[in-house]
């Protein structure tokens, strides 16, 4: 039943590391998106995919880097884990050119936390 | 560039005492503009999407109004379980979507 689901829920990891999340989403929409919500709690988007295809970058460092094998899936895998890593990173998705407002529906969220 | 300023920061009710939550706005070009509530460890719930000033959207004791440069979230009556943070966002037609920082909502008994 779940619209948009993240995994895993919660990340505890060691600086250096390297970590995965994944997103999938079963609403049938073309466009994925990630943001990462800082410790005061403000959404800033990272990367949006459409069918497939990235269309938003913003100023992300190198070691942060999306796939999205198909429409319905988009991943984050991070390098070389850094403190100020540490956020939640939500997912969510949206019909970029079915739904003329482009609402957007996110996921639970994952709970990064490099130690 | 796209701004959302969200006021109060927090703002805390008793039970059955009406406010509302104010969202300011600049946007080159209004493609939409969201209201979401976030429960804490939970992501982002889609509440209204508003377009065109005057457009009103209303559930439950919540109404969400629109001018040309705000917006207003309106709660009436409002009960314990609508404790909150609610985040205002605003789509334009080309470009990424833009949040405020929210209004943590604490409503008492």
């Known amino acids: 039943d779940t619209a948009v689901s993240q995994t895993p829920k919660y990340l505890v990891t060691q600086m250096g590391n390297d970590k995965s999340i994944k997103c999938e989403q079963n609403l049938g929409h073309d466009t994925m998106y990630w943001y990462k919500q800082d410790s005061k709690k403000f959404l800033k988007i990272m990367f949006s995919y459409n069918n497939k295809e990235l269309i938003i970058n913003e100023t992300v460092p190198n070691r942060f880097s999306p796939k999205s094998p198909d429409k319905a899936h988009l991943n984050l895998h991070i390098n070389s884990l850094e403190l100020g890593d540490s956020a939640v990173y939500f997912c969510a998705s949206t019909s970029l050119f079915g739904d003329p407002r482009g609402t957007q529906y996110f996921g639970p969220g994952t709970r990064l936390l490099v130690l | 560039e796209d701004q959302v300023t969200q006021s109060p920061e927090a703002l805390r009710l008793q039970e059955g005492e009406s406010s509302s939550l104010n969202c300011s706005y600049t946007v080159s070009g209004l493609r939409g503009l969201f209201w979401y509530r976030q429960d804490p460890g939970k992501g982002p719930e889609f509440l209204f999407t508003?377009?065109?000033a005057g457009e009103e959207k209303e559930k439950e004791r919540l109404k969400a109004t629109l001018t040309k440069k705000e917006s207003f979230l309106h709660i009436t009556a409002p009960k314990p379980e609508d404790s909150a943070t609610y985040l205002c966002?605003?789509?334009?037609?080309?470009?990424?979507?833009?949040f405020g920082t929210g209004t943590r909502l604490q409503v008492t008994l």
């Open positions: 508003l377009y065109s």
């Open positions: 966002a605003v789509q334009p037609r080309q470009g990424k979507l833009t």
